[in-house]
RNA sequence: GCCGCUGUGGCUUAGAGGUAGAGCGGCUGACUCGUAAUCAGCAGGUCGUGGGUUCAAAUCCCACCAGCGGCUCCA
């Protein structure tokens, strides 16, 4: 889409003459030189995009129109009309009713002329030639406040408590329901999901905790070196996106799922390619390569699409299941990204379930909001969000006794929207939303049914009788975005530090689950042997070897988040009980190895292991970001 | 993208027209230490970038870049 460009001249004068009519409707214009000094000539092209809506446009059109004036401390605009500038001009009318618009405006505070619309013009203009005066512009169609969304598209909205009630509400009264006599932070969480929803964040919100976390953890960081919204990631933070996307995966293959891989980048000359491209206004990374253009991957979809349709399978495959890790890009707009929230590159875990028939679809549809449940839990913890549902109305009444029974046995309460007919893919899809610790939530998991795209995209099954049948495709982003994920975890220890409690990771994602603090460097070896044994048994242990007072080594594996640390010194090596110190509790127990041991693999049972991601000494390790003087909160003195 | 606030060594910051200061971290040395900072010395800064005003700019002005908040949008 081309936006509406401008040139803008600040002239000694200018002089034109209107010679004939370019166009059959120019408009109409008395004849003869008119000469204009000292004047900001502004070359104007309308483009068809600034169509959608020619009252922003002229708005916004005037007010750049204003900035340069005031600039170049002008009093006199001419308004010039000049097609060549565009690429793919507005209709005649609507171009001539911008520059109307803005003349009026403008009118207000400047002496405003305008050169005549659709002729063929002589024209002499003298540029005055400082830095300033020849300067161009584009001219953006401003969205307009989207009726998408939060207003029009959805008309019925519904509460449903964790038993399967149903309270339906209305945008006004929606504070009043009767569903707000549930205590418990379930529904505290699900009282903000509505608020952000339906009302927006009223409050102005703090920085989020979670990019602080990110950098003094050295899990991830800025990367000012490319675009906005990359980031690096250092050892600690790859470890665990790689321990998360292990354990989706082990999810994923257990559900019978079978992964992929597809390219990062796709030709927008392929028909597949541009139906997709289609429903994601101007968000791609474009790039040309000798004579073709490409996009950047921007959803799993584009792979993932053509992939299914070129396989070959039948009713007794059904359904056929894939997965895939996909690095997404998307161009969000500057004012938008904030932290590891929203990014502008990110890696989606998606999964797709195709089916043969409706009634499978559902039992798909099910097995994967329990999948979702599993990760929920187990990484953003439990209790700590709330389901969001989009559906269309008739589908959801039809369906209704089952969305309701399905919310009940996930026990988490709903928000449900409902729209009156289709305006996307799906008929129904739900949002897995992690309410963090500044009152904003972030969506993390969906699953989606889409009756759409099997037959728009040819993705069929041969059926019994030999004929193809389209597929209805489950939908499964079982991580939107890992780093968003991150995000969420962190923001969750935010959550308990707000709520006097130390702010940890679970154990299992915890980078160092063990750190040894010999008393001096002659119990470094002995520390090292002790290490063997836990690193034996697959438990991430450290040994803080530099020449440190114990006081200070504490400290370290305390602002570290290390959630087990030991002292070792003269009563350890004569093989007495270590004393443990536990973050969690700040408590210090006597325990046997073996008992540490249980007591780790009792946390993380289940869950996948990935080794250090750094040397075991902690002398040896570069300082990737440094932490400071520590905040008040983390200090315990 | 628009509006608002912010930008000083790796981190946290002092400084408000007149020679950039500190703490942490790092390095060197001493201390060999029992649960949140042992002591001393050293190195490290084109004050986000580029223009402008001024005898003189981290400080005032303009533009740009980046970060956060809001609008908007979304995984």
Same mark, same amino acid.
């Given at each position: 889409m081309f936006k509406m460009k401008i040139l803008l001249i600040h002239s000694d004068f200018l002089e034109f003459e209107p010679k004939r009519k370019?166009?059959?409707?120019a408009e109409e214009w008395r004849k003869g030189r008119e000469k204009i000094n000292d004047c900001l000539v502004v070359f104007t092209s309308v483009e068809k995009?600034?169509?959608?809506d020619t009252e922003q446009v002229s708005k916004n059109f005037a007010k750049e129109i204003e900035k340069v004036a005031k600039e170049v401390k002008t009093n006199s605009i001419v308004l010039y009309p000049y097609?060549?500038?565009?690429?793919d001009l507005a209709s005649p009318d609507a171009a001539l009713k911008i520059l109307k618009n803005a003349e009026n405006i403008l009118k207000k505070r400047y002496k405003t002329y305008r050169a005549p619309f659709g002729w063929y013009k002589a024209f002499t203009i003298k540029c005055k030639?400082?830095?300033?005066s020849e300067l161009s512009r584009e001219i953006g169609?401003?969205?307009?406040?989207?009726?998408r969304k939060k207003g029009s598209e959805f008309h019925k909205f519904i509460l449903i408590d964790a038993n399967g009630r149903e309270y339906v509400i209305t945008k006004k009264d929606?504070?009043?329901?009767?569903?707000?006599?549930?205590?418990g932070q379930q529904y505290e969480m699900l009282n903000k999901f509505v608020r952000n929803e339906?009302?927006?964040?009223?409050e102005e919100r703090d920085k989020p905790k979670h990019i602080e976390y990110m950098r003094k953890l050295e899990l991830v960081d800025y990367c000012p070196?490319?675009?906005?919204?990359n980031f690096k990631w250092y050892p600690k933070g790859l470890l665990i996106k790689d321990l998360i996307l292990a354990f989706q995966e082990n999810l994923a293959r257990n559900y019978g799922a079978f992964k992929i891989q597809n390219p990062i980048i796709y030709r927008t000359s392929d028909q597949n390619i541009r139906k997709l491209i289609?429903?994601?206004?101007?968000k791609d990374y474009r790039i040309r390569e000798e004579k073709e253009e490409f996009v950047l991957r921007f959803a799993s979809d584009p792979g993932a699409f053509p992939f299914m349709q070129k396989l070959n399978f039948s009713y007794k495959n059904m359904p056929v299941k894939e997965y895939e890790e996909a690095i997404c890009f998307r161009k969000e707009q500057?004012?938008?990204?904030?932290?590891?929230?929203?990014?502008r590159n990110f890696t989606m875990t998606d999964l797709h379930a195709f089916c043969a028939d409706e009634n499978q679809a559902k039992d798909e549809f099910r097995k994967l909001c329990f999948l979702c449940q599993d990760l929920m839990n187990n990484?953003?913890?439990?209790?700590?969000w709330v389901l969001g549902w989009e559906a269309v109305e008739s589908f959801y009444e039809e369906h209704k006794k089952w969305v309701l029974d399905l919310v009940k046995e996930l026990g988490v309460p709903s928000f449900v929207k409902l729209m009156?007919?289709?305006?996307?893919?799906?008929s129904l899809k739900n949002e897995y939303q992690s309410i963090e610790a500044d009152g904003a939530n972030s969506q993390i998991s969906t699953v989606q049914f889409d009756v759409v795209n099997g037959e728009r995209f040819n993705i069929t099954y041969r059926g019994e009788d030999n004929k193809n049948y389209p597929c209805i495709i489950i939908h499964c982003?079982?991580?939107?975005s890992i780093e968003r994920t991150l995000c969420s975890i962190l923001e969750n220890a935010a959550i308990d530090e707000k709520n006097k409690k130390n702010p940890m990771l679970p154990l299992w994602l915890s980078p160092t689950q063990i750190r040894l603090c010999p @008393? &001096?460097?002659?119990y470094i070896e002995f520390c090292e042997k002790i290490a063997d044994q836990f690193e034996e048994r697959g438990i991430r242990v450290d040994v803080?070897?530099?020449?440190?007072s114990v006081q200070k080594k504490i400290m370290n594996a305390e602002t570290e988040w290390i959630p087990l640390t030991l002292v070792i010194g003269e009563k350890e090596k004569r093989g007495e009980k270590f004393s443990v110190r536990f973050r969690e509790t700040g408590k210090i127990e006597k325990m046997f190895l073996d008992d540490i041991v249980k007591y780790i693999k009792s946390k993380t049972a289940g869950l996948p292991y990935k080794p250090l991601?750094?040397?075991?000494? @902690? &002398?040896?390790?570069?300082?990737?970001v440094g932490w400071g003087k520590l905040s008040q909160s983390e200090g315990s003195s």
């Open positions: 370019a166009i059959k409707n995009n600034d169509e959608k097609a060549h500038l565009g690429r030639g400082h830095p300033l169609v401003e969205k307009p406040a989207k009726e929606w504070k009043k329901s009767e569903i707000w006599k549930n205590k339906l009302e927006g964040n009223p070196e490319s675009d906005i919204g289609g429903e994601f206004h101007e500057k004012g938008e990204l904030c932290g590891l929230r929203r990014v990484i953003i913890s439990k209790r700590r009156p007919k289709r305006s996307h893919y799906y982003s079982t991580f939107g @008393v &001096s460097d002659s803080d070897d530099r020449t440190e991601p750094l040397d075991r000494l @902690v &002398s040896k390790r570069p300082v990737f």
